[in-house]
């Protein structure tokens, strides 16, 4: 029945994302949406495994997000985990935690899967003929409705691996990325941006200390506008660069990489401008959820 509360949480490379929301006339409306930093990418790069500390702030992470859900009264309907967990050497051990923490057991999906989720809560909102970027802290996926893939490379893996600001070993990394994909299918189609790069992007464009999805929401973005805001950041120290609208919680540190990461998918796909949409994976599960109690009635 619509109206009411129903969620998702996605535990991602970078962050976790509690979404509380609720079918309003058959339209997905956001209530409430919570980022929580968790930083698992970043125990992959340097262990393979997740460490006792981080799954002791995820589990902290976990417990606050159950008890927003139950504050609300919300049905939560998924928990998933991507890039992160599907190369952690120790899932079972973060699987039993977080369930611990949510009462509720995570499953980890595909970089296909979460991919696919994406665009279909993106066409739920803007409709056919796009192609979807959704660029995370370990992963980015890529899609077009008929063809989905994932990339393994995010804002906080290239972070880990050439600092804040990518160097001349950028253009040869880029280069040796490619080489394995194809964008047939894709080029010259509407382009829209999700994640948290291009939240944060939006936030610092628009100059907004709150996140207002409402004024994101499909804001068009030149490469001129992303090449403005990648130089005005870069020029900034850290102690600064932390200060801008989005770029808090450890964002400071991985945003310039993900803007130069973007601007090359851009190239690829052979577009001039594109589209930011707050949309994602954590409301594609819940559009999936609507579509299996569709089938069941």
Known sequence: MDNKLIATVDIGSHSCILLIAAFEEGVLVPKLQKV????????????????????QELEAIMTKFRMDLHALGANLKAAVMTEAMRNAENPDEVIAAVEKALWVKPRIISGEEEGKLTYRSVKEWHGEGLVTIDIGGGSTELSNG???????????????????????????????????????????????????????????????QQFDYK??????????????????????????????PG?????????ICGLFWLKSLLEKLRVETFKI????????????????DAGKS
């Open 277 to 292: 949409s707050t949309a994602g994976l954590r409301f594609g599960l819940l559009y999936e959820d609507k579509k299996a």
């Open 146 to 208: 008929d063809n989905t893939f994932s990339i393994p490379v995010g804002a906080l893996k290239m972070f880990k691996a050439m600092g804040p600001i990518p160097g001349p070993e950028y253009k040869k990394f880029v280069k040796e990325t490619f080489k394995e994909v194809s964008f047939k299918g894709m080029t010259k189609k509407p382009v829209y941006l999700i994640g948290g790069t291009g939240t944060a992007l939006a936030m610092v464009y628009l100059n907004k």
């Open 247 to 255: 770029l808090e919680n450890g964002r400071h540190e991985v945003i």
């Open 215 to 244: 004024a994101i929401e499909g804001l068009e973005l030149s490469i001129s506008d992303l090449d403005a805001v990648t130089t005005r950041i870069s020029n900034l120290s850290k102690e600064l660069r932390a200060m801008l």
């Open 36 to 55: 929580e930093v968790c930083r698992l990418g970043e125990d992959i790069y340097e262990h393979g495994a997740i460490t006792e500390k981080r799954i």
